[in-house]
T-cell receptor
Framework: TQLLEQSPQFLSIQEGENLTVYCNSS?????LQWYRQEPGEGPVLLVT?????EVKKLKRLTFQFGDARKDSSLHITAAQPGDTGLYLC?????????????FGQGTELSVKP | NAGVMQNPRHLVRRRGQEARLRCSPM?????VYWYRQLPEEGLKFMVY????????ESGMPKERFSAEFPKEGPSILRIQQVVRGDSAAYFC??????????FGSGTQLSVL
C-alpha cells in the first residue's frame, strides 16, 4: 500500500480546460510538496505547504493543504500544453529528515492543443 | 548558475558489469540524495550523503550498491554486477540541508 495515493493516475484534457488532481493519505504530515516532472528530466519543486487549510497560488496553479494535513489538491485553471507532465506529491520521511522524501505515484497529465 | 549535474545521461551495461553514476550538486550545497525511479514503483529514496559521510542509506539495497561523496569531486553511486532489475532512472538531488531539493536530469541505466 502506498502512503500517498494520487488520483487520477492519468488525465488527458484539451487546452483551456480546468482540472484538479489529488494527493491523499490517512497519515498527518508536517508539510507536503508538489513537483512537476517532464519526460527525461528530474522533478522540479512547485510549492511546499505547511499549514492545515493553507492555499498557495502559482500563476494558474492553486495548491491546497487539507485542514487535517492529511491530503492536498492541485487545481490548474485554463490548462496549457506546457502544463503537460507528471505531477508528484511528496512528504518528509519522518521528523527532521531534510530531503528524505516519500513520493506518490504521480498523476500523468496530458494537455492537448 | 549550474544546477545539479548528472552524468552520463544514458548508460548501457551488460549483466555483471559495473555502473558508476556521477552527480555534482548545486554550488554551495553539501547535502546530496540519490533516488531511483521505476515505472511501477515511482520515485524512491536510496541514500543521503554529506561531504565524506553517509548519513542515511536505509533505502539502498544491501548488496552491490554503494555511494560516496568525497571531499573533492562529485558524488558517485556505484552498482556492481548489475542485473536487469537495476534498469531504472537514477536521480540525484542536492540541498542546503532543508527539505527543498533540486534534482538533476537523471541517469537512465539500461542493463542488457
Amino acid at each position: 500500500t502506498q502512503l500517498l495515493e494520487q488520483s487520477p493516475q492519468f488525465l488527458s484534457i484539451q487546452e483551456g480546460e480546468n482540472l484538479t488532481v489529488y494527493c491523499n493519505s490517512s497519515s498527518v504530515f508536517s508539510s507536503l510538496q508538489w513537483y512537476r516532472q517532464e519526460p527525461g528530466e528530474g522533478p522540479v519543486l512547485l510549492v511546499t505547504v505547511v499549514t492545515g487549510g493553507e492555499v498557495k497560488k502559482l500563476k494558474r496553479l492553486t495548491f491546497q493543504f487539507g485542514d487535517a494535513r492529511k491530503d492536498s489538491s492541485l487545481h490548474i485553471t485554463a490548462a496549457q500544453p506546457g502544463d503537460t507532465g507528471l505531477y508528484l506529491c511528496a512528504v518528509p520521511k519522518g521528523h527532521n529528515q531534510g530531503g528524505k522524501l516519500i513520493f506518490g505515484q504521480g498523476t500523468e497529465l496530458s494537455v492537448k492543443p | 548558475n549550474a544546477g545539479v549535474m548528472q552524468n552520463p545521461r544514458h548508460l548501457v551495461r551488460r549483466r555483471g558489469q559495473e555502473a558508476r553514476l556521477r552527480c555534482s550538486p548545486m554550488k554551495g550545497h553539501s547535502h546530496v540524495y540519490w533516488y531511483r525511479q521505476l515505472p511501477e514503483e515511482g520515485l524512491k529514496f536510496m541514500v543521503y550523503l554529506q561531504k565524506e559521510n553517509i548519513i542515511d542509506e536505509s533505502g539502498m539495497p544491501k548488496e552491490r550498491f554503494s555511494a560516496e561523496f568525497p571531499k573533492e569531486g562529485p558524488s558517485i553511486l556505484r552498482i556492481q554486477q548489475v542485473v536487469r532489475g537495476d534498469s531504472a532512472a537514477y536521480f540525484c538531488a542536492s540541498s542546503l540541508g532543508g527539505e527543498k531539493l533540486f534534482f538533476g536530469s537523471g541517469t537512465q541505466l539500461s542493463v542488457l
